[in-house]
């Protein structure tokens, strides 16, 4: 296998020593990792686990049982794969991203390639915008946290540390969608990355309403930050309506204000709806630079150093731009600024380029590049497969890249790239996303359809997953059952229902066992409970689930067993409904037939005895002696195994019935006699 780019993050566990040979690692179920520690348990509490890092993990693993106290009787900690799996602020994103990821499997595949490029756009808008009102969540939470005493400072970090991830993975997607998904051209790819650096920095909004809000703004310490702001974003509009407010509050500027509005005015800027050509935009653009070098070198601005820096930067002065980094603060708001003013026609390919310089100039040679830098890195030099595994080894869970990885696979960006061990990189991604949700009470029900658009390995991991999943309730164990029959999975669906039928029997709840055994076909399982219902009918004298055995019909044949506990109860209802003639056939075929077990043979005899007594002949001559013969049997069975010599029950019962057998039996012929005398 490949050597790990990075070393895995580490998990302390409390309480775990190395040193002593007793420590082990098993794999629990649920993709958890169980480690035996020396901690006690104080009181029956369960805790956090103390000690670790002040922040939340990188990779999102927790451990739960923690507790303190002094070393005593071993107990067990679990390490969960995908801690971010069980937090509740993120069950938004699972699921209304599993519905946007269904509609777009179900999308028409010869959709024309215009309407298609479109939808694509539109589903990865959508991503992004359950990631951003999932953020807005996940920030509101953190706020109220932060007012409330109820929750630890770790919760109210771990909040904190998810929205800045979540604001990172929002980042990365809008500009995936630019290069990638949009794959915007030379000329609209610079207004794209405008509205991307002025979505994502939005510090600026705060600062505006702070300095229009005040008494005099062109007076207030931040009001040509704030100008400087909106000129570094290409937001010339507001920065020319603030400019109106410096220049009537002094006449003076009045001369310098006109020229500067005028050249922000005529800055020629690549439009969506526009017509012209790259060549007439860039010659456009090299006349209005020509301007503004002149006006610079003229010395127009000379005696107000703001104005001047602002036409330095409209210049692409990269000095200037450099001047004002505190207010952009990234390095690549200060790459997008230096292409507004000097290259707004770029081409995509040409990015690399100056991403790469910007970086650099920007961080500058000795500071170490963040992971998210590397990762915005990789995209701009169009390094897809780079994007993919530095965001799968940066962010704390599969979500991301899974949803990412399936777009772009519907973009045709990734045809060519097979893993080595078989799968394609979206099936692998989809298959470790859907086998974290499987790890979770509620959300293996999103996984389930990840699987089903995984089409080589897909289907073998959801028999494998869902195999595992508790079966706490009938209710659960039905909506598994379902999936298992609309897949045709019949070894699961057997499984489950035996399972089920199991859990039922040990609760002495006949009646669903005998349902979860018919379902799953298991004539074993089936004969096995018919006969615990025929050991209740001889302790109680009544059949429990009437409703159940009455209505069994087809399903009684799956076992000889079950078929006579059903035909018995038609017995007991054609005798409740006072039809003995039925009845007394249908107990003397029950027990001609053989398929009534031996041991119930004296509780059927028995229950010939009231229809011998009738006052109607109900059993004729040849029925009289096909009972005697059985009872015969019956007893020489009985005999040979000594059974009978020292209960005096089985024996009386015994003489009762042939005594009535002997009466029926005259009665009978006393009657047959009569009739053929006639």
């Given at each position: 296998m490949e050597e790990p780019d990075t070393e895995p993050p580490l998990t302390v566990v409390p309480g775990a020593d190395p040193a002593r040979t007793q420590?082990?690692?098993?794999?629990?179920p649920?993709?958890?990792?169980?480690?035996?520690?020396?901690?006690?348990?104080?009181?029956?509490?369960?805790?956090?686990a103390p000690g670790g890092s002040a922040g939340p993990a990188p990779t999102g693993c927790g451990v739960a049982g923690g507790g303190d106290g002094a070393p005593g009787p071993s107990r067990v900690f679990v390490v969960r794969r995908d801690q971010d799996i069980y937090?509740?602020?993120l069950r938004k994103l699972f699921n209304e991203s599993h519905g946007i990821f269904v509609g777009l499997q179900r999308c028409e595949e010869e959709r024309a390639a215009r309407a298609r490029n479109a939808q694509l756009v539109q589903v990865s808008k959508n991503y992004r915008s359950v990631i951003r009102a999932c953020m807005e969540d996940m920030h509101?939470?953190?706020?109220?946290?932060?007012?409330?005493?109820?929750?630890?400072?770790?919760?109210?970090?771990?909040?904190?540390?998810?929205?800045?991830?979540?604001?990172?993975?929002?980042?990365?997607?809008?500009?995936?969608?630019?290069?990638?998904?949009?794959?915007?051209?030379?000329?609209?790819?610079?207004?794209?990355?405008?509205?991307?650096?002025?979505?994502?920095?939005?510090?600026?909004?705060?600062?505006?309403?702070?300095?229009?809000?005040?008494?005099?703004?062109?007076?207030?310490?931040?009001?040509?930050?704030?100008?400087?702001?909106?000129?570094?974003?290409?937001?010339?509009?507001e920065a020319r309506h603030l400019l109106s407010k410096e220049a009537i509050a002094n006449p003076t500027s009045m001369n310098m204000y006109k020229i500067l509005d005028d050249l922000m005015k005529k800055m020629p800027v690549p439009s969506l709806g526009n017509t012209q050509t790259l060549t007439e935009m860039e010659l456009k653009w090299q006349h209005w630079h020509e301007e503004c070098q002149r006006y610079l070198q003229d010395g127009t601005f000379a005696s107000n150093s703001h104005m001047e820096s602002i036409c330095k930067i409209l210049l692409g002065d990269e000095n200037a731009i450099l001047e004002k980094k505190e207010l952009m603060t990234t390095w690549y708001h200060f790459?997008?600024?230096?292409?507004?003013?000097?290259?707004?026609?770029?081409?995509?390919?040409?990015?690399?380029?100056?991403?790469?310089?910007?970086?650099?100039?920007?961080l500058g040679e000795e500071s170490n590049p963040e992971p998210l830098d590397t990762i915005l890195m990789a995209a701009f030099e169009f390094e897809l497969h780079q994007v993919i595994k530095e965001c799968s080894v940066a962010l704390s869970n599969w979500w991301f890249v899974a949803h990412l990885t399936d777009l772009l696979d519907h973009c045709k960006l990734l045809q060519s790239h097979n893993l080595y061990f078989g799968s394609n990189m979206r099936e692998f991604l989809l298959l470790e996303y859907a086998s974290g949700l499987f790890s979770h009470h509620s959300l293996w029900q999103l996984g389930v359809d990840y699987f089903d658009h995984c089409p080589e390995y897909g289907r073998v991991?959801?028999?494998?997953?869902?195999?595992?999943?508790?079966?706490?309730?009938?209710?659960?164990?039905?909506?598994?059952?379902?999936?298992?029959?609309?897949?045709?999975?019949?070894?699961?669906?057997?499984?489950?229902?035996?399972?089920?039928?199991?859990?039922?029997?040990?609760?002495?709840?006949?009646?669903?066992?005998?349902?979860?055994?018919?379902?799953?076909?298991?004539?074993?399982?089936?004969?096995l409970i018919s006969d615990r219902f025929l050991k209740d009918y001889c302790e109680r004298g009544y059949f429990s689930d009437l409703d159940l055995i009455d209505n069994l019909g087809p399903s009684m044949l799956l076992s000889d067993r079950l078929t006579f506990l059903g035909k018995y109860r038609e017995f007991h209802r054609l005798y409740g409904e006072k039809r003995f003639s039925?009845?007394?056939?249908?107990?003397?075929?029950?027990?001609?037939?053989?398929?009534?077990?031996?041991?119930?043979?004296?509780?059927?005899?028995?229950?010939?005895?009231?229809?011998?007594?009738?006052?109607?002949?109900?059993?004729?001559?040849?029925?009289?002696y096909e009972l005697m013969r059985c009872l015969e049997d019956l007893t020489a069975r009985k005999l040979d195994k000594q059974k009978f010599q020292d209960d005096d029950v089985e024996t009386m019962k015994v003489e009762m019935l042939r005594l009535a057998l002997a009466r029926n039996l005259a009665r009978v012929i006393v009657k047959e006699g009569t009739l053929e005398g006639s």
């Open positions: 420590l082990c690692f098993e794999w629990g649920a993709e958890m990792l169980l480690c035996e520690t020396l901690f006690g348990r104080r009181g029956g509490e369960r805790r956090g937090m509740e602020t509101q939470s953190a706020i109220s946290a932060r007012d409330s005493a109820l929750h630890s400072q770790y919760s109210i970090q771990l909040c904190f540390f998810q929205v800045s991830i979540l604001s990172a993975m929002e980042l990365i997607w809008n500009l995936c969608e630019i290069l990638f998904v949009e794959a915007a051209p030379a000329g609209p790819l610079l207004l794209r990355l405008l509205d991307w650096v002025q979505l994502h920095i939005c510090d600026v909004d705060n600062m505006v309403r702070e300095v229009l809000g005040s008494e005099n703004p062109s007076k207030h310490k931040l009001f040509w930050n704030v100008v400087d702001i909106f000129v570094l974003q290409g937001r010339m509009d790459l997008v600024t230096r292409l507004l003013y000097s290259h707004p026609t770029v081409k995509p390919m040409e990015l690399r380029f100056y991403a790469q310089s910007s970086m650099d100039m920007f991991y959801l028999e494998l997953h869902i195999e595992r999943i508790p079966l706490n309730t009938e209710q659960k164990a039905l909506k598994v059952l379902r999936i298992c029959e609309q897949r045709q999975m019949h070894e699961q669906v057997r499984s489950i229902c035996k399972i089920m039928a199991m859990k039922a029997l040990r609760n002495n709840r006949l009646g669903s066992a005998l349902s979860w055994s018919i379902r799953a076909k298991d004539a074993a399982f089936a004969t039925e009845a007394a056939r249908l107990l003397l075929m029950l027990m001609t037939a053989h398929i009534a077990p031996c041991s119930f043979w004296m509780t059927l005899l028995t229950d010939a005895l009231p229809l011998l007594e009738q006052k109607e002949v109900i059993f004729s001559a040849e029925q009289t």
